[in-house]
């Protein structure tokens, strides 16, 4: 069907005069097709209702995503190009983000006043202001004057079952080391030392209990596990009902050789998943149950053990006969997997590749976790301690840029050069960008770098604010730290 085109306006058109006087009947109008009309408007409105539909659906997966992403342990904040300094932390907040406590918004830890006393403080992470302060130990004269503003002590997260309230665990010592301009100066030993389990929602004491001369803490459920090193005598690691301080078990390390008893009361503990470490640094390291068992000891010799929170594991590196490194796989409920070359932790893992397993030794493997089985090899060099995980990719830094592989083959999906002259650090992401520095070799100002997770072209490239050289993450937290030790919270 076609439409006749209207005469042009203006135009002079043949006009036929009718003599006979009777009137011309009108053409009749065509029918009007009401039904089709309704038909035409209906299936309009129907779609512009899909697609809207389908845009309020897409929206909500998008926005379900973001937030599962942003409670994804080691994501930061959104961050864009015009990031810049939120706050500094003093040396008495810096402490407190190193204990790596993250509750609501908020980064919780043991704090030394200028006063010398001590208290469970939280930290709002966009400010740094305190949102509660729970002193623990009254002003210290002597503790003041030390130039050090960490505590003897620390504070660890308790696991707890779901929907209990979350709680936090503190050794609380009045000892310290004093440091003077020289090295160490004063060591002052300690009279009380106390773990004390407190509310993370609003610093309240829930129990408070007596460890006379623990130096280590580490929380599983249920219990504190604590270490008491001697330098004369056996060290003892015990575990203690959480809330009563009741001792349910004992276990005391091999102690180090003759040549390493300087050592011996740098026991570190640590826990994952159920599963307690405890090693002698340089020494052994051994895995222990919750009930106190040993579920894997290493021989004397250089050992230790690396913390892969984000996995839930513990791994223990020992060395070989022939001297290659070897890494140990222990996880609660499976059997121990030994991988050759030292595991790379990942700082994010969003689960899109189970089971996978890093190793860095002039080159990066993909292990399974389970069968220690190789799944792939890649010839990149990784030149940081850590990696990322983010949808079913592998992000790396390397001396010649930040790679991306696929993670179920090692291929190469791209690789993001850097600057001439330059080399990048510590991989953060946001869950939308690749965000490292990138750190000139021979000294300048470091930019501030934000990659495609899809290609790895550059989103933005801004120098650093306030001429700080390295970035890196703590929980949510984004930081850049200089040269000189200043660190400082970005956003």
């Given at each position: 069907?076609?439409?006749a085109?209207?005469?042009?306006?203006?135009?002079?058109?043949?006009?036929?005069?009718?003599?006979?006087?009777?009137?011309?009947?009108?053409?009749?109008?065509?029918?009007?097709?009401?039904?089709?009309?309704?038909?035409?408007?209906g299936?309009?409105?129907?779609?512009?209702?899909?697609?809207?539909g389908?845009?309020?659906?897409?929206?909500?997966?998008?926005?379900?995503?973001?937030?599962?992403?942003?409670?994804?342990?080691?994501?930061?904040?959104?961050?864009?190009?015009?990031?810049?300094?939120?706050?500094?932390?003093?040396?008495?907040?810096?402490?407190?983000?190193?204990?790596?406590?993250?509750?609501?918004?908020?980064?919780?830890?043991?704090?030394?006043?200028?006063?010398?006393?001590?208290?469970?403080?939280?930290?709002?992470?966009?400010?740094?202001r305190?949102?509660?302060?729970?002193?623990?130990?009254?002003?210290?004269?002597?503790?003041?004057?030390?130039?050090?503003?960490?505590?003897?002590?620390?504070?660890?997260?308790?696991?707890?079952?779901?929907?209990a309230?979350?709680?936090?665990?503190?050794?609380?010592?009045d000892?310290?080391?004093?440091?003077?301009?020289?090295?160490?100066?004063?060591?002052?030993?300690?009279?009380?030392t106390?773990?004390?389990?407190?509310?993370?929602?609003?610093?309240?004491?829930?129990?408070?209990?007596?460890?006379?001369?623990?130096?280590?803490?580490?929380?599983?459920?249920?219990?504190a596990?604590?270490?008491?090193?001697?330098?004369?005598?056996q060290?003892?690691?015990?575990?203690?009902?959480?809330?009563?301080?009741e001792v349910?078990?004992?276990?005391?390390?091999?102690?180090?050789?003759?040549?390493?008893?300087?050592?011996?009361d740098?026991?570190?503990?640590?826990?994952?998943?159920?599963?307690?470490?405890?090693?002698?640094?340089g020494?052994?390291?051994?895995?222990?149950?919750?009930?106190?068992?040993?579920?894997?000891?290493?021989?004397?010799?250089?050992?230790d053990?690396?913390?892969?929170?984000?996995?839930?594991?513990?791994?223990?590196?020992?060395?070989?006969?022939?001297?290659?490194?070897?890494?140990?796989?222990?996880?609660?409920?499976?059997a121990?997997?030994d991988?050759?070359?030292?595991?790379?932790?990942?700082?994010?893992?969003?689960?899109?590749?189970?089971?996978?397993?890093?190793?860095?030794s002039?080159?990066?493997?993909?292990?399974?976790?389970?069968?220690?089985?190789?799944?792939w090899?890649?010839?990149?060099?990784?030149?940081?301690?850590?990696?990322?995980?983010?949808?079913?990719?592998?992000?790396v830094?390397?001396?010649?840029?930040?790679?991306?592989?696929?993670g179920?083959?090692?291929d190469l999906?791209w690789?993001?050069?850097?600057?001439?002259?330059?080399?990048?650090?510590?991989?953060?992401?946001d869950?939308?960008?690749?965000?490292?520095?990138?750190?000139?070799?021979?000294?300048?100002?470091?930019?501030?770098?934000?990659?495609?997770?899809?290609?790895g072209?550059?989103?933005?490239?801004?120098?650093?604010?306030?001429?700080?050289r390295?970035?890196?993450?703590?929980?949510?937290?984004?930081?850049?730290?200089?040269?000189?030790g200043?660190?400082?919270?970005?956003g």
């Open positions: 069907m076609s439409l085109r209207p005469a042009r306006a203006g135009a002079m058109q043949p006009v036929e005069l009718d003599e006979t006087g009777e009137p011309v009947p009108a053409p009749a109008p065509p029918a009007r097709r009401r039904g089709a009309w309704r038909w035409v408007v299936v309009a409105v129907g779609v512009v209702a899909a697609l809207a389908t845009q309020v659906v897409l929206d909500a997966r998008e926005r379900a995503t973001g937030e599962r992403l942003a409670a994804t342990p080691g994501v930061v904040r959104p961050v864009a190009a015009d990031v810049d300094v939120l706050w500094e932390p003093d040396a008495t907040r810096r402490a407190v983000i190193a204990q790596g406590i993250d509750v609501d918004g908020a980064v919780l830890g043991l704090a030394v006043a200028t006063d010398g006393s001590q208290a469970f403080v939280a930290l709002d992470q966009r400010t740094g305190e949102r509660f302060r729970t002193v623990l130990l009254g002003p210290d004269a002597d503790r003041a004057r030390s130039l050090d503003r960490t505590a003897a002590g620390t504070c660890v997260a308790v696991p707890v079952d779901e929907g309230p979350d709680r936090a665990a503190c050794l609380v010592s000892g310290f080391v004093q440091y003077g301009d020289e090295g160490v100066e004063t060591r002052k030993p300690a009279t009380t106390r773990v004390v389990v407190l509310d993370t929602r609003d610093g309240h004491v829930v129990a408070d209990t007596s460890a006379p001369g623990a130096t280590s803490l580490a929380a599983v459920r249920g219990l596990v604590v270490a008491v090193p001697a330098r004369d005598a060290t003892e690691v015990t575990g203690r009902d959480l809330l009563t301080g349910r078990w004992r276990f005391s390390p091999p102690a180090p050789g003759a040549d390493r008893r300087a050592f011996a740098e026991v570190r503990l640590v826990a994952v998943d159920g599963l307690v470490g405890v090693t002698v640094p020494w052994t390291a051994t895995v222990l149950s919750s009930s106190g068992e040993v579920l894997r000891s290493s021989r004397p010799g250089d050992a053990h690396v913390v892969d929170p984000v996995a839930g594991r513990l791994v223990l590196l020992s060395t070989t006969g022939s001297g290659t490194l070897l890494s140990t796989l222990v996880e609660r409920g499976r121990d997997v991988v050759p070359g030292e595991v790379l932790p990942f700082t994010v893992d969003d689960g899109s590749v189970p089971e996978l397993v890093l190793t860095s002039g080159d990066v493997r993909g292990w399974d976790a389970a069968t220690g089985e190789q799944r090899r890649s010839d990149v060099v990784a030149s940081s301690n850590a990696a990322l995980v983010l949808g079913g990719r592998v992000f830094s390397t001396r010649a840029g930040v790679v991306a592989l696929d179920d083959t090692g999906l690789r993001a050069a850097t600057v001439a002259g330059t080399a990048p650090g510590f991989l953060v992401t869950g939308r960008h690749v965000v490292t520095a990138e750190q000139p070799l021979t000294g300048g100002i470091s930019e501030l770098v934000a990659y495609g997770l899809d290609d072209r550059t989103v933005w490239r801004v120098p650093f604010p306030d001429s700080l390295f970035s890196l993450s703590v929980g949510h937290l984004l930081l850049g730290r200089g040269t000189d200043r660190v400082v919270v970005l």
